[in-house]
């Protein structure tokens, strides 16, 4: 069983920047896959970002490829979005998600584990 807490996520204007972080129980998260996905009002949830366990496959949605980042600390258990260049359309609920295989996945329905959920509100 993994436990995720987000954190990180708040009111900012556009043009500014955000780093969320989410932490992991248990002694496995070097094994999963993670990703961050995010759902705005009305609309599917999706994916923004996701890593491999290794670190060394990583994929982003073309909507935020150049102003996020998504990085992992095994020794930590934690995953990061940093987020730049913030836009209004970025405005969602940011959730963190773990995947038992080390390999990335882009369907939501793939990754077995999920946080809670950060709000993330982008003014104009």
């Known amino acids: 069983q993994v436990q995720l807490v987000e954190s990180g996520g708040g009111l900012v204007q556009a043009g500014g920047s955000l780093r969320l972080s989410c932490t992991a129980s248990g002694r496995t998260f070097s094994m999963y896959a993670l990703g961050w996905f995010r759902q705005a009002p009305g609309k599917e949830r999706e994916i923004a970002a996701a890593?491999?366990?290794?670190?060394?496959?990583?994929t982003y949605a073309d909507s935020v490829k150049g102003r996020f980042s998504i990085s992992r600390d095994n020794a930590k258990s934690t995953v990061y979005l940093q987020m730049n260049s913030l836009e209004p359309e970025d405005t969602a609920v940011y959730y963190c998600?773990?995947?038992?295989?080390?390999?990335?996945?882009?369907?939501?329905?793939?990754?077995?584990?999920w946080g809670q959920g950060t709000q993330v509100t982008v003014s104009s």
């Open positions: 890593i491999s366990a290794s670190g060394g496959t990583i």
């Open positions: 998600a773990a995947r038992s295989s080390p390999y990335i996945g882009h369907d939501p329905a793939s990754y077995n584990y």
